[in-house]
């Protein structure tokens, strides 16, 4: 089977880049991202595959290629993909209390321990009432060693500094700086509310025709339109654009 992978102009291609096989945040079934740069700074790239039932024309840019499936890569904010697993963190310790501070490393080492992350083998359907894949999932090891990942991960955790740690023997010298952190479903909900609220300024909100052809297709576009309801429509809008990446559970609306 041929496949066309459509991939944006200003990524760095010129290094190796390995595909990796972790959960969907939304679904939890197996899904492939592409880290690499763009402009100097590192990207996590979705792939979706747009699959036909017979060959077609697709227009790229300037060119006609015909072919039946095509992989698009799309850009992806790394707080989708740290939101699973710090939630992950906040639910395994019981979800009534908040876990405890940790170094960095131990955090995501205890969240790599968990088997939730495992996924099916490739091209293998699961059988009827399977059990769920086990075992250790390198590519989650290798998603969360991604700068941009990490850096959303530690957004999404309290932190802690503690100075004045002694060095580890037997070196000699000034006291250590440590820092920790645990994770925060306050600041998690701060985070996702922070990219709803950004989508609330009109020039922003219009730059997505779907949201205001939605508009539309609802009659919220007269003048006559009370502007409450006008603004619960977007609202709801705005929201469900940023829920759809993450599993049922957490809703925003300022």
Not at 6 to 34: A, C, F, M, N
Not at 113 to 130: D, G, L, N, R
């Amino acid at each position: 089977m041929d496949y066309i992978s459509v991939i944006k102009d200003d990524l760095d291609l010129s290094s190796e880049h390995r595909y990796l096989r972790v959960p969907h945040p939304r679904t939890g079934l197996p899904q492939l991202y592409l880290p690499s740069t763009s402009r100097g700074r590192d990207v996590v790239l979705e792939v979706a595959k747009i699959q036909c039932s017979r060959r077609r024309t697709w227009f790229i840019g300037d060119s006609k290629v015909d072919a039946g499936t095509i992989l698009m890569h799309y850009e992806l904010d790394p707080l989708f993909l740290a939101i699973p697993v710090l939630l992950h963190l906040i639910n395994s310790h019981g979800g009534t209390s908040p876990p405890p501070f940790q170094p960095l490393e131990d955090l995501i080492a205890t969240s790599l321990s968990s088997s939730a992350w495992s996924v099916a083998s490739p091209f293998t359907k699961p059988a009827p009432h399977a059990k769920p894949a086990q075992g250790h999932n390198e590519d989650m090891a290798r998603l969360l060693d991604i700068k941009s990942v990490r850096r959303a991960f530690k957004l999404g955790c309290e932190k802690k500094v503690v100075t004045g740690v002694p060095p580890p023997p037997p070196s000699q010298g000034q006291p250590l700086k440590q820092v920790y952190y645990r994770p925060s479903l306050a600041r998690i909900v701060a985070l996702l509310q922070t990219k709803v609220d950004h989508l609330a300024e009109p020039e922003r909100f219009e730059q997505f025709d779907h949201f205001v052809r939605a508009l539309g297709r609802e009659g919220m576009l007269s003048e006559e339109t009370n502007p409450e309801l006008l603004r619960g429509a977007s609202d709801i809008r705005r929201t469900s654009f940023n829920a759809r990446r993450l599993r049922s559970g957490l809703v925003l609306l300022d």
